[in-house]
């Protein structure tokens, strides 16, 4: 089982920025990729970005303005988000899946491993 922890959220205005982290512990050799999912009130999850041994992959909401990263002595997950929107107010969750599991990076169905999420609000 892989245990993951999210943090960093909170409210900033308009422009402002956040780090987001995501701990991993647990069975952590079964994890290969890393990605970051939002989901805003009355919408569905959306993956935002992603990354498997250090290749970096974003949606077009998220390419320029946010960066994943990873620590791997830290057994982190990173999410710098810069220029952030009204429209990036959602909960944020980091989920990873085994080696075994494939499939388009931003398939929900494909992670079987979540965090329990950390809000982020921001104001216009």
């Known amino acids: 089982q892989v245990h993951l922890v999210e943090s960093g959220g909170g409210s900033v205005q308009a422009g402002g920025s956040l780090r987001l982290s995501c701990a991993a512990s647990?069975?952590?050799?079964?994890?290969?990729?890393m990605t970051w999912f939002r989901q805003a009130p009355g919408k569905e999850r959306e993956g935002i970005a992603s990354i498997i041994f250090g290749k970096t992959f974003y949606s077009d909401s998220a390419k320029g303005r946010f960066t994943i990263s990873q620590d791997n002595a830290k057994k982190s997950t990173y999410l710098q988000m810069n220029s952030l929107k009204s429209e990036d107010t959602a909960m944020y969750y980091c989920?990873?899946?085994?080696?075994?599991?494939?499939?388009?990076?931003?398939?929900?169905?494909?992670?079987?491993?979540w965090g329990q999420g950390t809000q982020v609000t921001v104001s216009s």
């Open positions: 647990g069975a952590t050799v079964s994890i290969s990729r």
């Open positions: 989920a990873s899946r085994s080696p075994n599991r494939g499939g388009d990076w931003w398939s929900i169905e494909t992670y079987n491993y």
